[in-house]
């Protein structure tokens, strides 16, 4: 956008006004990563807050061949990731992640409903059972969409390792998720209607 580099160049410049802009036209998406993240209000609040006045004050080191939502999005997750380091990674709940939102809406029935419950349960339990990074790699990937490089930028490592985690990340997920159909067919297991958690089954694949 024009009118977005127009903004950033002012802010560069010391323009109060056009960073406010800027602010203005990032303030959602930064602050439903930080949300999405750290599971809390207030704390989201905080970061998104504490995010652009990071940004404010490291203009000087944004690259204007780069997206700027990208590097914003950078600083906010980096802000989230140290804050979680230092809460001993407590991370975020699942039912605020769309792919949560999607399934309830498409849960019109109530038994389909209590299926879909189940698979997010599971869902919340095998990503829980990951490595913080690897876990941490899978849900900036297929949960927000960055790409290996963007998500290497983020979490101050190389593509080439994001890639690995990544790679690694779906091979337990896979694993997990063989071994818990591999329990629904043992003659005692309790008769579940449901076939697994397709979402993470998909990303597996």
């Not at 999005?73 to 699942?94: E, P, T, V």
């Not at 999607?102 to 389909?112: F, K, L, Y």
């Not at 790699?137 to 960055?146: K, P, S």
Request: proline share 4%; aromatic share 10%; with cysteine.
């Amino acid at each position: 956008m024009e009118e977005e580099k127009i903004w950033i160049q002012r802010a560069m410049a010391g323009d109060q006004e056009a960073f406010t802009h800027l602010v203005e036209a990032y303030q959602t998406p930064v602050y439903n990563l930080t949300y999405r993240m750290l599971g809390d209000a207030k704390e989201a609040e905080d970061a998104a807050q504490e995010t652009f006045l990071r940004a404010y004050t490291h203009l000087a080191t944004y690259q204007r061949d780069k997206k700027f939502s990208s590097w914003l999005l950078a600083i906010a997750s980096h802000y989230c990731i140290d804050y979680l380091r230092r809460k001993h990674f407590n991370w975020l709940s699942l039912d605020e992640l769309p792919f949560s939102d999607q399934a309830s809406a498409e849960g019109n029935q109530p038994e389909e409903a209590v299926i879909r419950q189940e698979e997010r349960d599971e869902v919340h339990r095998m990503l829980n059972a990951l490595p913080p990074p690897y876990r941490a790699a899978i849900i900036l990937r297929y949960w927000y969409d960055l790409s290996c490089q963007e998500i290497a930028a983020i979490m101050d490592t190389t593509e080439s390792a994001i890639k690995s985690r990544l790679f690694r990340a779906r091979e337990m997920l896979a694993q997990q998720a063989l071994a818990a159909q591999a329990a629904e067919t043992l003659p005692n297991s309790t008769d579940k209607k449901g076939k697994g958690p397709s979402h993470l089954l998909a990303i597996c694949a």
